[in-house]
């Protein structure tokens, strides 16, 4: 899993949480660097991304419409902290801050799941 979010603290709690799921977290701070490491490893070994929507450098939005544009197809789901009903298009879904591992586990299962089944 690929977390990019601008906040350190995000990142340890995160990696703590999956770790006891046996889960490995891959860590970038920014949308840019989501978009340069795409372009230089297309995301190997990267199974879904949590892109926070609001960074400095490159917000989540537009991270995720450059991902997209370039060919990107690993379920990438929007974390944000803001309350109410936020879509953000391309997305395979947005979750709240704090994250709930047993809702991202649904979303994981979901976004993987076959067409069909």
């Known amino acids: 899993m690929l977390l990019v979010d601008d906040s350190e603290l995000t990142h340890k709690v995160l990696k703590h949480r999956f770790g006891t799921f046996g889960w490995t977290l891959a860590s970038v701070y920014d949308g840019q660097q989501a978009v340069e490491r795409f372009q230089s490893d297309k995301f190997v070994g990267i199974d879904m991304v949590l892109m926070e ?22 379920p990438i789901f929007i974390l944000t902290a803001a309350r109410g009903n936020v879509t953000v298009g391309g997305a395979a879904g947005v979750l709240c ?3 709930l591992v047993p809702l991202l586990a649904e979303q994981l299962l979901r976004a993987c799941k076959p067409a069909g089944k």
């Open 53 to 74: 929507l609001s960074m400095p450098v490159m917000d989540g939005r537009r991270a995720l419409r450059a991902l997209l544009e370039m060919g990107c197809q690993i």
């Open 97 to 99: 801050k704090p994250l």
